[in-house]
């Protein structure tokens, strides 16, 4: 993600010093920080203490662990695998590609990489550099390779993050999460993108800043009928001409890449014809056809003229070819609830939108500046608008008790009680609602030498209708204590 020009990252020096505590270690060869970086995880079993560390002149970046902790780690691994390795499998782990070398120095196992010394230098590697770490560990405790980690499609991502890291963490300044709930905050809809149109028929398309979004529709090609949920349908985007655009796209795991369906179609608009709404569509009778299908079994791209037939109803559009081998029928994006149009939905967020411990059992999407709330259902995902949100919530949790976080919570600390686990914390931050129920992530929290560790513990899940699914580590593996 761009974030500008990259600047010396010296400027930056202030900001590393108050912001994350680094300061001059006593040889005079690194700044160095204990709450900068992390090792280890949920899939390593513990977070260790860490020291993240960069040379005075900002092109070294390295982060490390004490010997004593990693090892304590390695021991507890052995517990749930007895085929889990030793340190050394973690030292070797990245000499298959010389980005990454580890090195012991005072009792601390330090894993580095050089850096270019400006602040795209240290964002881009400061989430390599801790992957990297978290890989090397994960191979002694699965007892893998460079070679076979890279075989597994998860641990290949993994890999390909470490080593060719794409994105940047935002360590500096305003963050791009910052301004977006600074602006979702100050927002107000620009007036010329506030659409009065009470139906589909009377929508306006006189200018790109009213374009039609997130509309669902019917596609039926040579038969075969397909839905999808975010056709959009923009005019005078810089042409005469009406756009239709909708796209299917689905994470193929098999092939590791996007099974795409991606129609385009463009409606020239002659220069006797005024197209202002909706309504007026029917007088185009000629469209271009793009269409770009990949997955497993096809890679195509068509590209053809069609005549076409449009009518307009109060609240559908459909467009026909003349030969009748493609119809798309185009309904009016509306709230599941009360019904008006996704372009009229109120912004301002509900009053328990900051929480009301029902569980976020609930999307939001504020693409486009229409604040929506997305529900999966058991007959598919349904859309409300922000006045509607809070009456469905509270309907599902009439029929769905669970469904509140406090008893959720309660019951499922009662429950680890009675199983013996009442030495484990519930992780107060980390109590997610999923589809259908809630998970909680636990943990308990040890010292070392004077030392934090935290040990992730397992994760029960509680359904909206109170099944419980313990899916804790067993208590010798809770209970275990390194020697040192």
């Known amino acids: 993600m761009s974030r500008g020009e990259s600047k010396p990252l010296s400027s930056f ?98 894993i580095g990489t050089d850096i270019e010394p400006t602040d795209e230098g240290l964002e881009t590697h400061h989430g390599s550099i801790m992957t990297a770490y978290g890989l090397a560990i994960k191979s002694a405790i699965v007892n893998k390779t460079y070679e076979q980690m890279l075989a597994d499609k998860r641990h290949k991502d993994w890999i390909r993050h470490a080593e060719q890291p794409s994105s940047r963490a935002m360590l500096f300044g305003e963050s791009i999460f910052d301004k977006f709930e600074k602006a979702s905050c100050d927002y107000e809809p620009d007036p010329e993108r506030i659409v009065k149109a009470d139906t589909l028929e009377d929508f306006p398309l006189a200018t790109y800043k009213t374009s039609l979004n997130f509309a669902q529709g019917t596609l039926i090609r040579d038969g075969q009928s397909k839905e999808f949920d975010n056709i959009s349908v923009d005019a005078y985007n810089g042409r005469p001409e009406v756009y239709i655009c909708t796209s299917d796209t689905n ?96 912004y301002s967020q509900p009053s328990f939108f900051a929480g009301s411990g029902t569980g976020n059992f609930y999307e939001t999407n504020t693409s486009l500046g229409i604040l929506r709330f997305l529900v999966d259902t058991e007959t598919g995902e349904k859309t409300y608008c922000a006045d509607c949100i809070e009456g469905v919530t509270d309907k599902y949790v009439d029929d769905h008790p669970y469904a509140h976080e406090k008893l959720a919570r309660e019951t499922a600390r009662r429950l680890m009680d009675s199983m013996g686990y009442k030495d484990v914390q519930i992780w107060e931050d980390q109590v997610w609602h999923i589809r259908d129920g809630w998970e909680f992530f636990t943990k308990i929290e040890y010292e070392r030498k004077g030392r934090k560790v935290i040990r992730h513990t397992g994760i029960p899940t509680l359904t909206d209708n109170g099944h419980f699914e313990p899916n804790m580590f067993p208590r010798e593996y809770v209970e275990f204590r390194y020697k040192v």
């Open 13 to 110: 020096l202030t900001e590393l010093q108050t912001k994350y505590n680094f300061e001059t270690e006593p040889t005079k060869q690194w700044l160095v920080s204990e709450r900068f970086a992390d090792v280890g995880g949920l899939d390593c079993y513990e977070w260790l203490p860490t020291m993240a560390r960069l040379s005075l002149d900002f092109s070294r970046y390295e982060i490390g662990t004490r010997r004593d902790d990693l090892e304590g780690l390695l021991a507890l691994a052995k517990i749930l695998n007895p085929d889990a390795q030793e340190l050394d499998k973690v030292l070797s782990f990245w000499k298959v590609n010389p980005k990454y070398t580890f090195k012991e120095e005072g009792g601390w196992i330090f």
């Open 251 to 346: 994470y193929n795991n098999e092939r590791e890449a996007w099974d795409r369906d991606t129609v385009r179609l463009i409606l020239p608009i002659p220069g006797d014809v005024q197209i202002k709404k909706f309504a007026d569509l029917p007088q185009l009778s000629y469209a271009k056809l793009e269409e770009e299908i990949e997955n497993s079994k096809v890679q195509q791209k068509n590209i053809r003229d069609m005549d076409v037939k449009i009518s307009v109803e109060t609240n559908l559009m459909e467009l026909k070819s003349k030969d009748g081998s493609f119809v798309l029928t185009i309904r009016t994006p509306k709230c599941d609830g009360c019904g008006i149009p996704v372009w009229k939905f109120p």
